[in-house]
């Protein structure tokens, strides 16, 4: 890039902030095979934190929210996890389809989140241990996805 073009892009907030023509799809290619060798180590934890929270449900939840909160957990957060961390280490998709998948995983997942605090809510009791589940399940910091993807499947 010359100066011209990076004081341009400075002075408009770097909205569209690119590498040149040549370099922006190698970089796009380099950072989806990254999000996959950071998905290995992502999802690991994420079964294991999931593991807690289900041991956590089924010890403080009232029977009867326990057995939504860990069906939740056990039939749709885990299941799609589990297929994350295997897919992370399988040739197929390619790493920029599987930068896709795991954007949606992480869509999912926030989505069975909300599903557990409102059965929750439904039956007026508060999860305090969910909020923090919420932090580490945010996208752009723990899973590395693209600052566009996590802000949208945010949102």
């Given at each position: 890039?010359?100066?011209?073009?990076?004081?341009?892009?400075?002075?408009?907030?770097?909205?569209?902030?690119?590498?040149?023509?040549?370099?922006?799809?190698?970089?796009?290619?380099?950072?989806?095979?990254?999000?996959?060798?950071?998905?290995?180590?992502?999802?690991?934890?994420?079964?294991?934190?999931?593991?807690?929270?289900?041991?956590?449900?089924?010890?403080?939840?009232?029977?009867?929210?326990?057995?939504?909160?860990v069906t939740i957990r056990l039939t749709v957060t885990c299941p799609v996890i589990?297929?994350?961390?295997?897919?992370?280490?399988?040739?197929w998709p390619g790493d920029l389809a599987f930068e896709r998948l795991y954007t949606l995983a992480y869509l999912v997942g926030g989505l069975s989140v909300v599903a557990i605090i409102a059965a929750a809510r439904l039956r007026d009791f508060p999860l305090p241990y969910e909020g923090m589940l919420l932090m580490l399940m945010f996208g752009y910091f723990a899973m590395g996805l693209p600052f566009f993807s996590a802000s949208l499947a945010s949102a």
């Open positions: 890039m010359d100066p011209q073009v990076i004081m341009s892009q400075q002075s408009s907030g770097f909205r569209r902030l690119r590498f040149c023509t040549e370099l922006e799809p190698a970089y796009r290619q380099r950072r989806a095979l990254a999000v996959r060798e950071r998905a290995r180590l992502v999802s690991a934890a994420g079964l294991l934190i999931f593991g807690i929270f289900i041991l956590l449900d089924l010890a403080t939840l009232p029977p009867a929210l326990a057995e939504v909160t589990a297929l994350i961390c295997w897919l992370s280490h399988q040739r």
